[in-house]
């Protein structure tokens, strides 16, 4: 696999700080360009390293003072895991991270790493929970449960919740019943290149 190579060799250091800047210079264009009121965020995964890095903070001002697009458009998205083995880097670069006014996002919550005091603690603003969870929502009552409790516990610390994974009309209806705020998966798109984004972009979408 590519990404672990990557991580594995630090190349992942390069190649992270290229597909920032890329898609932070896409959205800055999707903005000055967008027929739409509330021209589209964009959310960014951070690999292990690449937030683990001394300079993270930096690059990330430098890249959005380059490209131009304003803070509050970019999330920035890291998976629990990161959070739970890293404690107190976590909290310190997070925290810088929250001051140049970009969104943060705990990734795959609820994959095996859950630490209701590290929600607490950190400046989180979007909680992305785990499609393992989402993909039997029709039949199993305990991922009802589950994800009703983690949609009502985010909420009460001002979380947004995202269900992530979604691919049919009932797993929608569920998350919905549920009081997921928002949600993501192939029911709304598929990955696509520029070209088709920009169209789909360009037309409200109804389901």
């Known amino acids: ?37 509330t021209p589209p965020g964009l959310a960014v995964n951070l690999s292990p390293r690449q937030f683990l890095q001394p300079h993270l903070v930096e690059e990330v001002r430098e890249i959005l003072v380059e490209t131009g697009l304003e ?28 001051a140049l006014g970009v969104q943060l996002a705990i990734d795959d919550f609820g994959s095996g790493y859950s ?34 409790a983690v949609t009502t516990m985010a909420q009460a610390l001002g979380s947004l919740v ?17 009081g997921c705020d928002t949600g993501q998966g192939y029911y709304f798109a598929k990955p696509m290149p520029h070209e088709e984004a920009v169209k789909f972009l360009s037309v409200p979408l109804v389901r």
């Open 1 to 37: 696999n590519f990404i672990p190579l990557a991580e594995d060799t630090g190349l992942i250091l390069p190649l992270g700080r290229w597909v920032l800047k890329t898609a932070c210079q896409q959205a800055a264009s999707w903005h000055t360009n967008s027929a739409t009121e």
């Open 71 to 98: 803070p509050q458009h970019l999330e920035l998205e890291i998976t629990e895991r990161i959070i739970m083995e890293h404690g107190e880097t976590t909290t310190d670069t997070l925290a810088q991270l929250k």
């Open 115 to 148: 630490s209701l005091d590290y929600l607490k603690r950190f400046p989180v603003d979007t909680l992305k929970i785990d499609r393992a969870f989402i993909h039997d929502l029709a039949s199993n009552e305990v991922d009802v449960a589950i994800v009703g």
């Open 162 to 178: 995202v269900a992530e994974g979604l691919e049919t009309a009932i797993q929608v209806s569920k998350v919905r019943a549920l």
